[in-house]
């Protein structure tokens, strides 16, 4: 859905399967590039005025979490927006639940913090939050 929206588009996934699914529904859309990329480890270069976290910083250990945000936070441009949506329901195999993920993102929010928290939605079984950087 946010392929038509963007003069361009980085889609990243550490996992190649998902991301073989990816390239054959995008190749009409130029404009993106789907690369494998497994953060904190690897981060695009660059600025983006939109990084989306959608369904994996519950994978990362914390230590991980937090490097990742702050690469997050390093690319982000200026009144840049970063959107995260995320399960919440607890999952005994994966390092952090949902809440936990979007809880360390808070905490870079407010006054005097790098991020301005602008809308936050709960559902029965997700979170969205969504910040601009400051």
Do not use: N
Request: aromatic residues 8%.
């Amino acid at each position: 859905m946010l392929a038509s929206r963007c003069g361009a588009l980085l889609s990243v996934d550490a996992s190649e399967l998902p991301l073989k699914t990816a390239r054959a529904r995008l190749a009409p859309y130029k404009q993106v590039t789907v690369r494998q990329m497994s953060i904190p480890g690897e981060f695009p270069e660059g600025e983006f005025d939109l990084i989306l976290l959608s369904e994996v910083g519950y994978y990362l250990a914390m230590e991980d979490l937090q490097r990742a945000r702050q690469q997050m936070l390093d690319q982000l441009t200026r009144d840049g927006h970063l959107l995260l949506v995320h399960w919440t329901p607890v999952v005994h195999d994966y390092p952090l639940t949902g809440d936990q993920v979007h809880d360390e993102f808070m905490k870079m929010a407010g006054p005097d913090k790098p991020l301005k928290h602008l809308l936050g939605q709960r559902g029965e079984t997700y979170r969205l939050d969504l910040f601009q950087k400051s």
